[in-house]
């Protein structure tokens, strides 16, 4: 079964729009950790943010931000005022401790921004 | 610079033909990772390691081994068993679980 569901699988927007990126999680873990990555074209993934079950405050870094909520199992990313650069595929992932912390990657949501 | 070196970044091989993909890390982690990349499926974990002179499956590991004689090192051999060899393969360490794991840039295998 799937543990990470990224609906999206495709998102275009013009530059200085914001886009949002869903990630749904599935685990039945009370410790569990949360990832979103992001690759860029030349394939490296580049970490962005780790998040643990038991730390709910979303977090703001520059033009990124993370919207963390148990209740619905969701760990949702916001890119505001998108630039040309931050076309890439993002990646959640999940890390579980009965999973031996190994990383279940979701499918990925390629996002292009126009100029 | 400390990081993950994967070579080459890419690789053609024939058909029967074993390979073995290179990663290197200097980033002193004691955990390395092989990852699987195929168009819309995402990553899929091949092999792990912990620790040196140790390694467990991951989901996809039939036609692959790996080794671990040392903590910077950890090749990926493609065996002729794996079906359907042709992907992108990603190398990534970590200090130690959950703490998030770094990538290399990558190695391109086509099977010709």
């Known amino acids: 079964a799937q543990k990470v569901t990224q609906a999206q699988t495709e998102i275009s927007v013009v530059e200085k729009e914001d886009v949002t990126l869903d990630c749904v999680y599935e685990t039945r873990d009370t410790t569990y950790y949360l990832f979103w990555y992001k690759q860029p074209p030349s394939g490296e993934l580049v970490f962005l943010i780790r998040?643990?079950?038991?730390?709910?405050q979303n977090e703001i870094s520059g033009r990124y931000s993370w919207n963390f909520q148990k209740s619905t199992s969701s760990f949702n990313f916001t890119i505001t005022a998108s630039q040309v650069v931050d076309s890439a595929v993002y990646f959640c992932?999940?890390?579980?401790?009965?999973?031996?912390?190994?990383?279940?990657f979701g499918a990925g949501t390629t996002v292009t921004v126009r100029a | 610079d400390g990081g993950i070196t994967q070579s080459p970044k890419y690789l053609f091989r024939k058909e029967g033909q074993n390979v073995t993909l290179s990663c290197e890390q200097n980033?002193?982690?004691?955990?390395m990772y092989w990852y699987r990349q195929d168009p819309g499926q995402g990553l899929r974990l091949i092999y792990y390691?912990?620790?040196?002179?140790?390694?467990q499956k991951g989901d996809i590991a039939e036609g692959y081994s790996v080794s671990r004689e040392k903590k910077e090192s950890f090749p990926l051999t493609v065996t002729s068993a794996q079906k359907n060899p042709t992907a992108f393969y990603l190398c990534?360490?970590?200090?130690?679980?959950?703490?998030?794991?770094?990538f290399g840039q990558g190695t391109r295998l086509t099977v010709v």
């Open positions: 998040r643990n079950s038991f730390d709910e």
């Open positions: 992932a999940l890390s579980e401790s009965s999973n031996d912390y190994k990383l279940s």
């Open positions: 980033l002193n982690h004691d955990a």
């Open positions: 390691s912990q620790i040196v002179n140790d390694f």
């Open positions: 990534a360490s970590s200090i130690m679980q959950p703490r998030e794991a770094f």
